[in-house]
């Protein structure tokens, strides 16, 4: 009865404004090799609640099937989203499990699996087994893309799609952010005497943007990105001073390593990682955790986009924190660094002119 009602709620709501209110699960397929016949147990997911158009399954037949499953996910029961769940982590492989078989390991009724098959738009169990099997395709080119972007997507398709994973990023980040663990960060940033930003590859580029923030509000920061120089200066650091380590993967051995060095020496350290339980995160004191799209990472390719954005929240929130308890100072160096800033370019423009 509770369900009748539910959906027709649901039903009356689409009536008066053709839209549904859902829950879309932005979970990325694991990229590697899985078994049908062992326990299948799903991850929790991030979600963000978004309105989209109510389009008819026939329209859904166009589209792959993460689409598909992105577009009813929240329309699912409990039981058939651990089937939707598992059909977006295995995207583009074979299942060759019978439909008892599936069952059977997910822990679900054939009924159940026949009913996903029919709301994400199939004729049946064996219309979206082959549909699984021909959604496989070739990314050895486009390492740690997303897997809802395809190259066949035109431009205005991939913004809308780069959007939504971005939006979850930073969202599924927020909703993981520990309350203590912040505000450790925080006080150990405001009471800092020097502040030193550690990362390689596109960790750097957080890492210098970063220095550049807290620098331009009075700190004095830095941002390293080679191992020797990190070692020699997490080696000469004190208690009074703080290293934060950034890594996606959190296995970054030469951030792993400075960390270590650093906290040896006594100073506070902060890791940013989509990995607490890492090594770069196991070696701080306080770790951040930012969102991870459960894909699996080639490693030296570059992380995933919605990584870096992540990441960058986290240091703005840092940065927001911080100059918001250092009482008057920082304002006045925003203040003197921006004037100073000013006045070198209007010099400048002036000889030009």
Known sequence: MAQQNERSRGELFAARTGLKKQRVNFSS???SATN???TYRPRPAPWIEVMTDARPLSDLKQSDLLERIQERYGTLRKSERIVADFLREN???RLDSSITELGRTLGVSE????RVSRALGYDGYSDMKLSLAEGARARASFVNLPLEIEDTDSLISTSSKLANLLIAGVDGTQRMLDAHRLEQAVEALRNARKIVFVGVGGAAAICDEAAHMFMKAG???TSLRDGYTQTIVAATMTEKDVMVGISHTGTTETVTDALHLARER?????AITSNVGSDVGRAADVALTTWSAGQQLVPLHGDFLEGRLSQLFLIDLLYVGTIFRAGEEPAKALKVTGEALEKRYRHKSGKAG
């Not at 009924?111 to 026949?114: C, D, G, H, L, P």
């Not at 006594?266 to 902060?270: G, V």
């Open 36 to 38: 049908v016949q062992q």
């Open 29 to 31: 397929p694991v990229d």
């Open 91 to 93: 995207a583009g492989r």
């Open 111 to 114: 009924a159940t699996i026949s």
């Open 219 to 221: 700190f004095e920061a």
């Open 266 to 270: 006594k100073a506070t350290t902060i």
